[in-house]
């Protein structure tokens, strides 16, 4: 079975500056997609950022990016000058792209508090 | 093109009763996908459809849930008997192919008195 790990129940950091959200996971899958969704208090889940395993060039969106070390299970999220309206849960996810659940593996998320 | 859509996005219902949650996937998708969040917790896969079948259930729980997605018309779930255990988020999610991105509705809380 696959896990996903989010250590950080919570993180703040200061308007305009940078943050990095922590992830690691463990599949015994070779090929499967790694995401991140926001879900602000509205509670709806939005795709922030999206990674492909076989991708060795880290995926970016805008002021969003990820660290994605294969050997070592690793998905870190960059949001870059952080911005009042990227407080939200933050779940980090797993796909498998062949065996396993059919569904998404999430972790237990982190709470992002932005400080004005 | 319009989003995944949920209702209701809040039912009470007191133990014992029945509760049915729909979800209309976006046009054009096929696969369908529950999922529940308990309060302080990510998402937990429940079980995968596609039209008329079920392909993976493994994280139902084994009695009081079903799940369908007809031919035509919304998927539904249903929980039989509910108990205050089962108050929680239930989240719809829909993708055009199989292990593809998943687009997110916006939810149903449940809240069972």
């Known amino acids: 079975a696959q896990t996903v790990t989010q250590s950080q129940p919570e993180m703040s950091v200061q308007e305009a500056e940078t943050v990095t959200l922590s992830c690691t996971y463990d599949t015994s899958e070779s090929d499967y997609y790694l995401f991140w969704y926001k879900q602000p208090p509205s509670r709806q889940m939005i795709l922030v950022i999206r990674q492909e395993a076989y991708k060795q060039q880290n995926a970016t969106e805008n002021r969003f990016s990820v660290n994605f070390q294969k050997a070592a299970k690793s998905f870190s999220l960059k949001i870059s000058d952080s911005q009042l309206g990227d407080a939200a849960m933050y779940f980090c996810?797993?796909?498998?792209?062949?065996?396993?659940?059919?569904?998404?593996?999430f972790g237990k998320g982190t709470h992002l508090i932005i400080q004005p | 093109n319009a989003g995944v859509m949920q209702n209701p996005r809040h039912l009470v219902r007191r133990r014992g009763q029945e509760a049915r949650l729909r979800c209309s996937p976006m046009?054009?998708?096929?696969?369908v996908y529950w999922y529940r969040q308990l309060p302080e917790e990510g998402l937990k896969f429940m079980v995968y459809?596609?039209?008329?079948?079920?392909?993976?259930e493994s994280g139902m729980p084994k009695e009081r849930f079903s799940a369908e997605f007809p031919k035509e018309g919304p998927s539904i779930l249903r929980i039989q008997q509910v108990v205050r255990g089962d108050s929680a988020a239930y989240f719809c999610?829909?993708?055009?192919?199989?292990?593809?991105?998943?687009?997110f509705g916006p939810g149903t809380r449940l809240t069972v008195l």
């Open positions: 999610a829909s993708s055009p192919h199989y292990r593809d991105e998943q687009f």
């Open positions: 046009k054009g998708h096929s696969h």
């Open positions: 996810a797993l796909l498998n792209s062949g065996g396993g659940a059919d569904g998404l593996t």
């Open positions: 459809l596609q039209k008329e079948n079920i392909i993976d």
